[in-house]
Structures are given as structure tokens and as C-alpha cells.
């Protein structure tokens, strides 16, 4: 049985992902979607072609991975597709972002990924795809956006390094790195510990339009996808100019 794995697949990136993998990207029989609630991931069902296993798993709970890791020996399917899109941030200086909150992204946005990661990847072969959503976060430190730009740099590292090491396997990983999406959660969530740390996200993208050029990254076997003209140029930047020079550009760009 060949199948895809998506984290986070009750909204935004991740929902976009089983849709758009749902049309026909590659032979699957089945998409397993895992996040929190429930009735998002079962109001899936008629919108994707290929069946669902709804998985309902809350992955800052360290029994949720093993409890994925219990269904992935019971079926031991082949994983062709790996995306991992579960994830949220807090914005807010180191006061306002509380300790429980850093907590938790770290544990969702590192531990979690590595730990899907880690189990999926027994039952991946050549060709398997892993997807791994960092953010343009991970280009540069971010001041109010502190812990979770630093939970993004750790994914992207994590996923260069882990591409390499599965070179001989054939099997690719991409460290997807979005600018602003507007139309998904993230911001709302995001606001939750103090809404104006940033007034305004010009120029963000859409989910279809980053999922799409994700996934052609992705089956072109890049290791990196800037899916847009902003994460591109970030990217460069992040490797040019010192870290003070692009944190007060973005001191500068939260208060436009
Ligand atoms: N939107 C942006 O501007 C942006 C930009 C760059 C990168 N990203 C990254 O893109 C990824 C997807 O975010 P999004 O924009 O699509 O936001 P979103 O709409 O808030 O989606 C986040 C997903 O993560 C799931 N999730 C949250 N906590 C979870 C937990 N404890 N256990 C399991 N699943 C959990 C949520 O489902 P439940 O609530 O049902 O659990 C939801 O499906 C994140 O990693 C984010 O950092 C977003």
C-alpha cells in the first residue's frame, strides 16, 4: 500500500497539500492526515479522491508519536510522501510569548517533525519525497517572533543535513521556506500573545499557490523552495549581510 503522511492537515498548508495530492501527484492508495480535531480532517473526506485515515493525534504529546508509529507497523505501508506541516507560531517579545507557548512550539515545530520524520522513514524507499515546512523564518533571528523563527532554523538545518545523509537512498527532502500566507490560520494563532508586534503582511502568498510550488520543488529533488519572490530574496540576504543589518530591516518592515 502506498501512501503520503501529512501533518497538520486540518488547515492551510497541510489541507492544501491533501488536496493537491489528492489529484493525482502520485499513485497513492491512501492519504493518512494527522492533526488535533477531528471533524476538520473527516470534512476532508469528499473533497480528496483518495481515501483519508483520519488520525487525530495532538503531536506535542510524546504518546501521539508512538501511537502513529504503532499504526505504521500494523499496515506497513510504503511512505512515498512525507509532509510535515503541523506547526504554529507566537508573536510577542520574550515576555509576551509565555513559557508554556515557547514550550510547545518547540516541542511541535523540532521535536515532533524529527520524531515523524524518524518513524516514517523506515518505510520510505527510492523515490519517497520528504517535505518539511520551515518558513523564510529560518533565514535570519527575528526579534518578537523570536522562538519560533529559531524553531524554523532548526527544521531547515535538520532537513539539509538529513537530505544528505539520504542521498544514497534516493530519497529527497525539501526544507520549504513560505514568506506570509494569507489565507490560512497561522496569523490569528499567531496574534494570540500580542497582535501588534506586526501591523501588516504585504505582499503574502496564498496556500495554493505555495503548496503547488512546493511540491514542484519537491519533485524536482531541491533541497531548499523559496515559493516566492520575497522567501528568494530573504534567502540570499540571510546568506550576505550580517544578522543585526537584516534584524533592524525587519525592525523597520513589522512597523510599516
Ligand atoms: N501562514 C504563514 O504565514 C506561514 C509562513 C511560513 C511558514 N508557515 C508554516 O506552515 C506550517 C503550516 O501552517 P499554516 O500556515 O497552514 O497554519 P494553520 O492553518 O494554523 O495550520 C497549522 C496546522 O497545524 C496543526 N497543529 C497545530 N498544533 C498541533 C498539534 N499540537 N498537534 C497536531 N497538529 C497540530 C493544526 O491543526 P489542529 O489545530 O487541528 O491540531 C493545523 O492543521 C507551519 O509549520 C507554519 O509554521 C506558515
New binding site residues.
Given amino acids: 500500500m502506498k501512501i503520503a503522511v501529512v501533518?497538520?492537515?486540518?488547515?492551510?498548508?497541510?489541507?492544501?497539500f491533501v488536496l493537491q495530492l489528492g489529484r493525482g501527484e502520485k499513485q497513492l492508495d491512501a492519504i493518512w492526515v494527522?492533526?488535533?480535531?477531528r471533524e476538520?480532517?473527516e470534512a476532508l473526506r469528499p473533497l480528496c479522491p483518495i481515501p483519508l485515515r483520519v488520525l487525530?493525534?495532538?503531536?506535542?504529546?510524546p504518546s501521539?508519536v508512538d501511537t502513529l508509529e504503532a499504526e505504521l507497523k500494523t499496515a506497513a505501508p510504503e511512505v512515498e510522501i512525507l509532509v510535515?506541516?503541523?506547526?504554529?507560531?507566537r508573536m510577542g517579545n520574550w515576555q509576551a510569548v509565555a513559557r508554556r507557548d515557547s514550550a510547545?512550539m518547540i516541542?511541535?515545530?523540532c521535536q515532533?517533525a524529527v520524531e515523524v520524520t524518524q518513524i516514517c522513514l523506515p518505510y520510505m524507499g527510492p523515490g519517497s519525497r520528504i517535505l518539511e515546512?520551515?518558513?523564510?523564518?529560518a533565514f535570519q533571528p527575528l526579534p518578537y517572533l523570536n522562538v519560533?523563527a529559531s524553531?524554523?532554523a532548526f527544521l531547515y538545518r535538520y532537513s539539509l543535513a538529513l537530505g544528505w545523509e539520504l542521498r544514497s537512498r534516493r530519497i529527497t527532502v525539501t526544507a520549504?521556506?513560505?514568506?506570509?500566507?494569507?489565507d490560512?490560520?497561522?496569523?490569528?494563532?499567531?496574534k494570540q500573545s500580542n497582535g501588534q508586534v506586526v501591523r501588516h503582511?504585504p505582499l503574502?502568498?496564498t496556500?495554493r499557490r505555495?503548496t503547488a510550488r512546493a511540491l514542484c520543488d519537491s519533485r524536482r529533488g531541491k533541497a531548499v523552495s523559496t515559493p516566492g519572490p520575497v522567501s528568494t530574496v530573504h534567502r540570499a540576504a540571510g546568506k550576505c549581510l550580517p544578522a543585526s543589518a537584516l534584524m533592524a530591516f525587519w525592525e523597520d518592515l513589522r512597523r510599516i
Avoid: H, M, Q
Fill in positions: 501533518t497538520g492537515a486540518s488547515s492551510g498548508l497541510g489541507r492544501e494527522i492533526a488535533r480535531r476538520r480532517l487525530p493525534l495532538d503531536l506535542t504529546d501521539a510535515n506541516a503541523a506547526g504554529f507560531g510547545a516541542r511541535l515545530n515532533a515546512i520551515c518558513s523564510t523564518a519560533y524553531t524554523k520549504v521556506c513560505p514568506y506570509w500566507i494569507r490560512t490560520e497561522f496569523i490569528p494563532t499567531a503582511f503574502a502568498s496556500v505555495v
